[in-house]
């Protein structure tokens, strides 16, 4: 994921937000903003022949503290156009190398209940459901659930 695919990236993420399942936030953030959050190693983008961004994965550190070096939250967007052709599977598999091959050990994840869509895609890659925090922010005016999930790496020892 590089600056010129900014303005996809970013239309990507106003549709999930704008559909209302995929994350609190009620605005996308600046690219500057975007960009300085996101771990420089662990983001990629999928892109079809012509070079158009199809969705986006990314990772941010879940803490500055020593012990959790090694666990990172993370996000997947797929765009409405190319939903339900395996973007997301291969953007998380992806995630999953860079962050294997960095000594991540945890990648880890809040999802709306209702996004079941997402939840199934996260299981099938290897993620387990921890469980669920109720109630645990307002959007849109209402209490929302989410549901944490997380893949611990075999491979990471």
Known sequence: MAAAHADEVLAIYRAGIDEGNATFETTAPTWQAFNTAKLQEHRFVAVDERGMVLGWVAATRVSDRCAYAGVVEHSVYVAPVARGRGVASVLLKTLIDSTEAAGIWTIQSGIFPENTASLAL??????????????????????????????????VV
Do not use: K, N, P
């Open 122 to 155: 996260h299981q099938r890659a290897g993620f387990r459901i921890i469980g669920t925090r109720e109630r645990i922010g307002r959007h849109h005016g209402r209490w929302r659930d989410v549901v944490l999930i997380e893949r611990r790496s075999s491979l």
